[in-house]
């Protein structure tokens, strides 16, 4: 009784005020279609378990809510098999009948899970199994994803578990609810509300990130400059209210910690991390938080990059700060993320900057420390090679970090599916321990064999309907997760079980949204940085083209710097004549990367400056591929506002509508970004185009007087000392 009650109170909270404004994501449990209800037969007449955990209330209100829309049949739950068809979900502890199935549960650890089709007490049964009701959790969402994608679910036999240990959603939100590089409206987080008041919203939440084994959300953004407010009492009790919500779906919190905090709040005169009184600051904090939140589960931490306290400061290095904050939390059980994104105003080559502040103390970190390293040595770009700190750090974890918020790549209006992009950078070889050695066995911990392993992505959830602004960047969403959970997993594939859950599974609509899915990322490559360019958005909002932006007499990382075009030719030497980055890989990479001949067509101009005249693979000469390349980009847009016209009788109205809306604008968008770039580096390759490029519609001078209206300032960026990037 109780439990149909809260089932009802969930259905009155979760049902959508439309129904087709993409709020229900990837869990919208429509009815399948004949042939998969067919295929179900009688799979999912009823839920049942022992378990009486919060967690497994949660777990049947899924299975009920999921297999009753999709089934199109009232589903109820119960705690005794009654009829063939029935999913039985728990844990051996707690259910006999699971117990005696001899489940390889050895296999699954705490998070993972067995689906099972068996027989108990004479009925035809599928067994969801976990060593604890969140891995029985994980799994009723993987069965539901099965159920939704049509798989055949007679012979089921999955054993399923995260190949990393942290899979983490940061929060790059602000106590006052802007969202740094956030495109989806406010942060959903509403700290005046807390803790008195928590937002059922919020419940939703919870279970799309754990519809995805996502295990810990980091609350508030690293380099806010409110996160010192965020670590006092009334400030925790409004964080703890959050871990009550998000405890029963598997989920810890998180906070970062501003470094200057035993200055900003305990009123000390110093935060050197040797100093006695700072270390006693830390661990009192550490000692007051886990009296708030029993389960905290640790700091996230930027320190000493783009004006951030740190270590630093003090003449001290990262691992003295990160090892100083670890301390304090080891008693409890917390840990340090401390992130590598770490680059100052000096002459250096940026992506050198990482690497050279952390691979000189890889092995002094303590246990309870991960450095969280971005995908690329440079900033979320559209295409980076992976950054050699995966690879590099050999005796010190190095988890991941990714951007699912598009910063970089159109915010949501361009459609950009980034699993092609992750995909490749978890799949590149480091050859840190001969080939073999890529970048997502590094971070999954089985390279170096490290205890902790973490993937973290920068969230592109928010206050907005459909929470990330456009409804295929939901797709972003839900691809990060399944990585984080298995970083060997296939974009496409990923993409197949998005587009049937979130859409259709009509072959018609299935295969056309795919392919333009695993197509756009590399549009975004040919729109705004063909060839390995990097960072040649406008300063700032980072949305439209400024190749020709120069802070003339500043040691500055804006477009000019990277795309370093001049009348001789364009690209960044990192060979041994220029920054020699490439040094940073291991062999034979280096020496690859060394050779304009061998590097791939792809990475060439992040590697090297070459002459316009410089031969490619195709025959062409470098300038008349780069503007093929733009051209292609915007053709590509133009193929896929056709797709999704021809998909409109397969979508509802408002779905389709905001996608269409968002790809003209995408194709406006690369219509700029192609004429703007061709007008400024034809100025300096003083080359004729190639056929096939259209001539820019304007001259350079009106490119650079175009300023799109963002002001003031950029949205979701935070007022900072230091924000020219
Ligand atoms: C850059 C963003 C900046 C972030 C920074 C970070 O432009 O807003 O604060 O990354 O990751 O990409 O800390």
Redesign the pocket.
């Known amino acids: 009784m109780k439990w149909a009650l809260l089932a009802l109170c969930a259905a009155m909270v979760l049902t959508p005020a439309r129904a087709d404004d993409g709020y229900q994501l990837w869990l919208r449990y429509a009815p399948l279609d004949k042939a998969a209800s067919a295929r179900a037969g009688d799979i999912g007449s009823e839920v049942v378990t022992a378990s009486r955990s919060p967690t497994a209330k949660i777990t049947a209100e899924e299975l009920t809510r999921g297999l009753s829309g999709l089934l199109a049949k009232k589903v109820a739950s119960g705690d005794a098999i009654r009829s063939n068809g029935a999913v039985l979900f728990g844990t051996p502890k707690d259910s006999p009948s699971i117990a005696g199935l001899a489940l390889p549960l050895e296999r699954v650890g705490s998070d993972g899970f067995v689906i099972k089709s068996a027989v108990v007490k004479g009925k035809r049964v599928t067994v969801i199994a976990g060593n604890t009701d969140v891995g029985a959790l994980h799994g009723a969402f993987a069965f539901l994803r099965l159920v939704q994608t049509g798989a055949a679910l007679d012979a089921l036999d999955v054993v399923e578990a995260p190949k990393v240990k942290l899979r983490m959603i940061d929060h790059?939100d602000n106590l006052d609810r802007t969202m740094?590089?956030g495109f989806s409206g406010f942060s959903i987080f509403n700290w005046w509300e807390l803790p008195g008041h928590v937002d059922p919203q919020l419940v939703d939440y919870a279970r799309a990130e754990a519809s995805l084994g996502i295990n810990g959300i980091v609350l508030t953004n690293?380099?806010g400059l409110t996160t010192a407010v965020s670590l006092t009492e009334p400030w925790l009790k409004k964080a703890a209210a959050l871990a009550d919500l998000f405890r029963p779906y598997g989920i810890k919190i998180y906070l970062s910690a501003r470094f200057s905090c035993p200055q900003e709040l305990g009123g000390l005169k110093t935060g050197d991390p040797l100093d006695p009184q700072v270390r006693a600051w830390w661990k009192a904090k550490a000692d007051e938080i886990y009296r708030i939140i029993p389960d905290f589960g640790g700091f996230l931490v930027?320190a000493n990059?783009?004006g951030q306290p740190g270590p630093q400061d003090f003449g001290r290095s990262h691992a003295d700060g990160a090892n100083m904050m670890a301390e304090a939390l080891a008693p409890h059980g917390g840990i340090v993320i401390w992130?590598a994104?770490v680059y100052s105003p000096k002459p250096e080559d940026r992506v050198k900057q990482a690497y050279n502040e952390f691979k000189p103390f890889d092995g002094q970190f303590a246990d309870n420390v991960v450095i969280q390293v971005?995908n690329g040595p440079l900033?979320?770009q559209p295409r980076e090679p992976f950054s050699p700190l995966f690879g590099g750090l050999e005796k010190t974890p190095a988890g991941i970090e990714l951007?699912i918020t598009k910063?970089y790549l159109g915010f949501e209006i361009h459609l950009v599916y980034l699993g092609t992009l992750w995909q490749e950078v978890l799949q590149s070889d480091t050859y840190a321990k001969g080939s073999g050695s890529t970048v997502a066995h590094a971070i999954d911990g089985s390279l170096f064999h490290n205890k902790l392993s973490l993937i973290a992505g920068?969230s592109n959830v928010g206050t907005a309907r459909n929470w990330s602004g456009s409804i295929f960047d939901q797709a972003n969403w839900n691809a990060y997760g399944r990585l984080a959970w298995n970083p060997d997993a296939d974009a496409r594939a990923i993409a197949e079980d998005w587009v049937r859950m979130t859409f259709t599974s009509d072959p018609a609509f299935v295969k056309p949204v795919i392919d333009m899915m695993m197509q756009s990322r590399e549009t975004a490559v040919d729109t705004m940085t063909p060839l390995g360019l990097a960072h040649q958005m406008a300063t700032g909002h980072?949305y439209g083209p400024g190749p020709w932006i120069d802070n003339v007499g500043r040691p500055d990382w804006n477009p000019t710097y990277y795309n370093g075009a001049d009348k001789s030719g364009i690209g960044f030497d990192r060979t041994p004549t220029g920054s020699n980055a490439v040094a940073q890989y291991h062999a034979p990479l280096a020496a690859i990367f060394a050779d304009p001949n061998k590097t791939p067509e792809p990475l060439l101009l992040w590697f090297h400056h070459l002459p316009w005249d410089h031969k490619m693979v195709s025959g062409r000469t470098l300038w008349d591929e780069l503007a093929l390349h733009y051209a292609r980009g915007v053709e590509n847009v133009k193929a896929m506002q056709a797709t999704w016209a021809r998909m409109k009788p397969y979508v509802d109205a408002e779905r389709w509508q905001i996608t269409a809306d968002f790809l003209a604008m995408q194709y406006d968008s690369a219509v700029e970004w192609r004429d703007a770039s061709i007008a400024y580096f034809q100025s300096l390759s003083g080359r004729p185009l190639p056929h096939g490029v259209p001539a820019p519609a304007h001259d350079l001078d009106w490119y650079k007087a175009k300023r799109l209206p963002f002001a003031p300032g950029n949205p979701g960026?935070t007022a900072s000392p230091f924000r020219e990037?």
């Open positions: 790059w740094e590089r690293p380099s930027k990059s783009e992130r994104f971005k900033d979320f951007q910063e920068a980072h960026k990037d």
